[in-house]
């Protein structure tokens, strides 16, 4: 079944696009992003994971990062365009989302952890799907790095969250009205957290002496023992600036998601797809 067919067969009475991916993953483009889930957990998580003295040498890995991201991302786009499933209006919608997330991060710039890039990741993972949501995260975050001159060894790390914070967006269970505006604003409040507590694992391990007492990494100390001292550390340093950013956003979502998600999937419908609804006619019952 084709793309067009695809969303022909999952479109409403009122032409609302209802399926819950309207560009699923190709076999090659599930297979990057695969990589890209791999590489980014080893990146946030190798304090818990190799706890030994070397460890402290991944302090210098953020440029390879970068490269190995950038990569992977380029195979994920490559992928699609290969499978020529990505015409010109859907690379527009596209970089609309993702312009439109970089001028957001302009506008707030991290202020008291205020952040409202991610309203606009969520509803374009929620209505693009899961591959298109990280790809619009990854890009949207590193257009506003740019745009801010926020450009650093964070920025590979800060993508790849970016990027999982759209990517889950899709994998929300399907629901629409206000049931579905109020999942979006949970997951907005709880993703905003998640993404400020493994955002600090990129620079956590290197404190040192600066971490507060008990709230520093550990070299050799176990995983469980680490964990504990980040917990600490989150409580003491992070959970206050991550805790605005959730709640902007969940906000954002029950103000303006509707009207946001409605133009998107208006945008996704057609443009990719152009595809008219086709409604089968209902059985008829014997008397």
């Known amino acids: 079944m084709t793309v067009r067919e695809r969303v022909a067969a999952h479109t409403g009475p009122a032409g ?47 440029p390879w990062f970068f490269a190995v991201l950038l990569a992977l991302l380029a195979a ?27 001028a957001l991060r302009v506008l707030s710039a991290g202020t008291a952890g205020l952040e409202a890039m991610f ?31 926020g ?11 970016a990027g999982w914070v759209g990517l889950l967006a899709a994998c929300l269970p399907r629901c629409g009205g206000w049931a579905e505006r109020w999942l979006l604003a949970a997951y907005a409040l709880i993703s905003g957290l ?24 550990v070299p050799g100390a176990g995983w469980q023992a680490n964990l504990g001292h980040y917990a600490t550390f989150y409580v003491a340093t992070s959970l206050a600036w ?9 906000v954002l979502v029950l103000l303006a998601g509707g009207p946001v998600l409605a133009v998107l999937r208006r945008a996704a419908r057609r443009a990719a797809f152009d595809a008219a609804p ?7 019952r014997c008397p």
């Open 16 to 62: 609302r696009v209802q399926v819950a991916d309207p560009l699923p993953l190709t076999w090659a483009s599930a297979l990057a992003m695969a990589a890209v889930g791999v590489v980014g957990f080893v990146a946030f998580a190798w304090p818990f994971l190799v706890p030994t003295e070397a460890a402290l040498a991944h302090g210098q890995d953020a």
């Open 76 to 102: 994920v786009l490559l992928a699609e365009v290969s499978s020529g499933r990505l015409e010109p209006k859907t690379i527009t919608v596209i970089a609309v989302v993702v312009a439109t997330g970089g």
């Open 119 to 149: 309203f606009v990741v969520i509803v374009a993972g929620r209505v693009l799907g899961r591959g298109i949501g990280f790809v619009c995260g990854a890009l949207a975050l590193v257009t506003g790095a740019f745009l801010t001159g």
């Open 151 to 161: 450009v650093g060894p964070w920025l590979p790390f800060q993508m790849v969250n």
């Open 194 to 217: 998640l993404y400020g507590a493994a955002m600090n694992l990129w620079f956590w391990p290197f404190l040192g002496a600066a971490a507060p007492t008990g709230a520093g990494f």
């Open 242 to 250: 991550d805790l605005p950013r959730g709640i902007l956003n969940a």
């Open 278 to 284: 086709r409604f089968e006619p209902e059985e008829t």
